[in-house]
């Protein structure tokens, strides 16, 4: 069995992610979600604005963090990121956030986005391109 497509994506603490005690606040983690799952999908060739033109949209139903370790103001952080499910409607990116230098795990994740259509908020099934995708890089 191969290995699902993993992005990796990098950034430093910013001294305003931080709080009081000078460790990374929690929620920050999921805005790192977004960053890499943005990369991720831009890799694949996935054009925001252009699916949106074309009434393809998704929201974030789901969001889940365990956090193992704390970053701190201008720590160097790797995100990877990759697809670990594809469903009718649905499709699942995990996470895992590392300081880069150590390679120390500090967190890990998943969201679960869902299809739908932009003007109904309604849920739809995923387009067959998108899902060929999405699939083809869950197991290339």
């Known amino acids: 069995m191969t290995s699902p497509r993993v992005s990796e994506s990098t950034l430093r603490v910013r001294f305003a992610e931080t709080d009081a005690q000078g460790i990374v606040y929690y929620a920050n983690y999921f805005v790192w979600f977004e960053v890499g799952r943005v990369n991720y999908l831009r890799e694949i060739g996935f054009d925001f604005r252009e699916r949106e033109r074309q009434g393809i949209s998704f929201v ?3 969001a889940h963090c365990r956090y193992h370790a704390s970053a701190r103001f201008d720590d160097p952080i790797l995100i990877r990121t990759w697809i670990s499910q594809v469903r009718q409607r649905s499709f699942t990116f995990a996470y895992h956030v590392l300081n880069q230098d150590t390679g120390t795990l500090l967190a890990e994740g ?12 309604k849920p739809i099934p995923i387009p067959e391109e998108f899902r060929r995708k999405l699939l083809l890089e869950q197991n290339p």
């Not at 998943?110 to 908020?121: H, R």
């Open 60 to 62: 974030i139903a789901e």
């Open 110 to 121: 998943e969201t679960v986005q869902v299809m739908m259509d932009p003007k109904t908020f």
